[in-house]
């Protein structure tokens, strides 16, 4: 049965690691078409991946996560029947990655600096500033030859390629923390303590015509079901109503 899969976090760390993996989504779906007609989306995301590492202290966060991280693989590598190959092969993975980002230079810091990109982020930042007209030396780099425009993209996703190693594997460990379980509701609402979750995924089949809102922090949350919204207005779902919940 084709289901629809729900993220919900519980806390703003858990919130801006999502933030970043759907905004690394974006860039590498982009780069990986035609630029000329998808260079607002790549562009967009890049200076939204750039703007969230500078407000936020995702490199402490990571770091914690991952160093937390090594000390359970560390312990789960004791255990019977476990794939000691595939454990080790994490850990080395996530040394590798705690001494990248314990760098006090950031490779990333370099797009920040790029005569290019810091034109172009500025008009980004502008509803409508970048059109065609606003940015000639865009239109200049796009229409340079597709070696050197592919040779550009991966020098700058190189520079952030430790931060999305790290994202990927810290999300891939928190997602398998737990397994989905069925839950039935009988009026469209359910709620739970959040205490040491940071993370809901909800799956709902693909033939229900309702959809998860979810409220809440790590100390309690709720999950009320909404239908579709009709002529601008919002209407809660009061039947019954099933769904998968996996909560991490």
């Known amino acids: 049965m084709a289901t629809i899969l729900y993220e919900h976090p519980l806390n703003e760390?858990?919130?801006?690691?999502?933030?970043?993996?759907?905004?690394?989504?974006?860039?590498?779906?982009?780069?990986?078409?035609?630029?000329?007609t998808t260079h607002q989306v790549f562009f967009s995301a890049l200076f939204a991946?750039?703007?969230?590492?500078?407000?936020?202290d995702i490199k402490g966060d990571l770091i914690k996560d991952l160093v937390k991280l090594q000390q359970n693989l560390v312990i789960w590598s004791q255990a019977p029947e476990i794939d000691v190959s595939a454990i080790e092969e994490n850990i080395r993975e996530t040394v590798i990655l705690i001494s990248q980002l314990k760098l006090n230079n950031q490779s990333w810091y370099q797009l920040k600096e790029h005569k290019l990109l810091a034109s172009l982020k500025q008009r980004f930042a502008i509803q409508g500033g970048s059109c065609s007209f606003d940015?000639?030396?865009?239109?200049?780099?796009?229409?340079?030859?597709?070696?050197?425009?592919e040779a550009d993209i991966q020098h700058w996703l190189d520079l952030l390629a430790n931060?999305?190693?790290?994202?990927?594997?810290?999300l891939k460990f928190i997602r398998q923390r737990t397994e989905f379980v069925l839950i039935n509701t009988?009026?469209?609402?359910?709620?739970?303590?959040?205490?040491?979750l940071s993370l809901l995924r909800?799956?709902?089949?693909?033939?229900?015509?309702?959809?998860p809102s979810v409220s809440g922090?790590?100390?309690?949350?709720?999950?009320?079901?909404?239908?579709?919204?009709?002529k601008n207005s919002l209407s809660y779902s009061n039947q019954a109503t099933q769904f998968e919940l996996a909560r991490c």
Not at 13 to 32: C, D, G, H, M
Not at 202 to 211: A, G, H, R
């Open 135 to 149: 940015l000639p030396q865009l239109q200049f780099w796009l229409h340079q030859p597709a070696n050197k425009i």
């Open 163 to 170: 931060v999305k190693k790290s994202l990927a594997l810290v």
């Open 186 to 196: 009988d009026n469209g609402f359910y709620q739970d303590s959040g205490q040491g």
């Open 13 to 36: 760390r858990i919130r801006n690691y999502l933030k970043l993996e759907q905004l690394f989504s974006q860039v590498n779906s982009s780069a990986n078409k035609d630029i000329i």
């Open 217 to 230: 922090n790590k100390f309690r949350y709720s999950i009320r079901f909404m239908l579709p919204c009709e």
């Open 202 to 211: 909800i799956k709902v089949s693909q033939n229900m015509q309702y959809y």
């Open 49 to 56: 991946i750039l703007n969230t590492l500078e407000r936020s």
